[in-house]
């Protein structure tokens, strides 16, 4: 299960990588339409935060500070500063996981996560829930 979801954690940030790429080259990174007040670049930028803090800080122990509110109002960074922001997820996921225990997974996950009790591998499913469904939102954009 371990190899499995981490694989599926690297696929869906290669994924957000790819999109980025191809929104910039659009020029849409930081564009919205209509309702929608979030662009690709705050949700990348989001996706990434949440990974290094849930994954790399919580459960990897690697230092990151999270600045949820900047994922949030941050604007007219360049894709490659959020594509290094996405590499520093992916670095996170592959260290944590080097030292992740089956055991662990079957744990509770040891720092707060929604205000509920959740084992490790439940948080990491929802983790890697959340980052498909704003990959979702960032495939729309990038083909309104």
């Given amino acids: 299960?371990?190899?499995?979801?981490?694989?599926?954690?690297?696929?869906?940030?290669?994924?957000?990588a790819d999109e980025v790429r191809e929104i910039d080259a659009r020029g849409n990174l930081w564009k919205t339409s209509g309702?929608?007040?979030?662009?690709?670049?705050?949700?990348?930028l989001h996706l990434a935060g949440n990974i290094q803090h849930f994954i790399g800080a919580v459960l990897g122990h690697s230092g990151y500070v999270r600045k949820r509110d900047y994922e949030f109002s941050a604007r007219e960074l360049s894709a490659n500063e959020l594509l290094k922001e996405i590499q520093a997820a992916r670095v996170c996921v592959v260290q944590t996981f080097l030292q992740l225990s089956e055991a662990q997974l079957a744990a509770r996950y040891p720092?707060?996560?929604?205000?509920?009790?959740?084992?490790?591998?439940?948080?990491?499913?929802?983790?890697?829930g959340h980052l498909q469904y704003h990959l979702g939102q960032i495939n729309y954009l990038r083909r309104m």
């Fill in 35 to 44: 309702d929608i007040i979030n662009p690709a670049g705050t949700l990348a």
């Fill in 111 to 128: 720092g707060p996560f929604l205000g509920l009790d959740h084992t490790t591998l439940e948080v990491l499913y929802i983790l890697y």
């Fill in 1 to 16: 299960m371990k190899t499995f979801i981490r694989e599926k954690l690297l696929q869906g940030l290669d994924v957000l």
